[in-house]
């Protein structure tokens, strides 16, 4: 028998309603009855990693999340912002199997060697009161069908897919929460979504009440921010035609607040400046960047066609036309990027031209947190 160590798709496995306890929230109780069963079949000492989302913590019952903690710092679950591209790394270069029921048909591009290995990848079978494990169904997929999964992967791990009534529309906070107070007429990031009934709710994680429509949302593009060392997103959000905000430091009346982000940024966004850059989007829906007199500058990476090019200083006062796979870079420590995506309020849901496309790792929706601070 050939060796079948593995790496299992955590989050993929705790959601699996078909696997005890029935519930309707993903369970760690499932990913043990799982991993018993293999090595009930293949044997006890068979090396299973176990690659997970490190979102599915939140989602789990609050009694799992000290168990989820543990079993991170023995080292029983690697905790990712993104587990399928390191699950999928981890599978090729070891030669492990994949326990999973996902095609990853989003990750065919980057990982081509899935469909020549379609008998490494195994799902699970209700089998009696116990499981059994068969062939997860890998066959290979048309070059469309990839990038309209592409596509469609980002938006479910945004809350977005197929919600027509949020991205069709500009929001507002009609409570007293910090994002309603800065932003009353229109609140800057995209809405939170209420997964389980589909209603925009406000970003902030103290408020997450609904949100009341505040007109049409012009066309627009999707901003992505992120760490520029490891790539780890910040957080993204739109940008309408005809609109100017700026990114910075401060609780910016018309601006993004780099600042307030997840404490894990904060040593990326420290050299940002409070006032930084000026970003608009035209008509015609290119972006322009202007630096506002930043202390640590702002830098442009144009793309070559195959890479990206050496950074150039953008000067103080002068304004840079982006193409979509430009990159800009402030105070060398946080890129900004489009992420190729346009969205259409007509249609309600993104027109997929301008190329591009950027990954999001399954995390909670950025925790904005607001200060009235504004000074230094």
Known sequence: MPEMHAVVDVSNVCWAGDIEPWSKV????????LTGA???LYGAQ???????DRALRYELPAGERREFDRMCRSGELVAVPYADPVLLT???EGGLRVISRDKFVDMRRRHPWIEGAAERFHAWRREGTGLGFGSSGIVPVAGQVVSRAEEDKELVRDGLKDRKAVLGFAWKCVSRCALAQLWPDRILLWPAVDRATGTPVC????????LVQVGARRPSRQIVVARQDDGSEILRFPLEAGDCVEVGRGALAHGINLDGLD??????VAAVSRHHLLLELDDGLTLSARDIGSTHGTEVRRWGGRALGEPKRLPPGDTARLNAPDQLILAGAVSIRMSGRRYSPEAGHPDYGGGGGATTAFEEPPRQKVTRDDEG
Do not use: F, I, Q, Y
């Open 38 to 40: 293999w090595r009930g």
């Open 46 to 52: 068979t090396r299973l990693e176990c690659v997970v």
């Open 26 to 33: 993903p369970r760690l109780d499932r990913l043990r009855r």
């Open 263 to 268: 404490r894990r940024h904060r040593s990326a």
């Open 90 to 92: 981890r599978a090729k």
């Open 203 to 210: 970003p902030d994680p103290n408020c997450r009440r609904p």
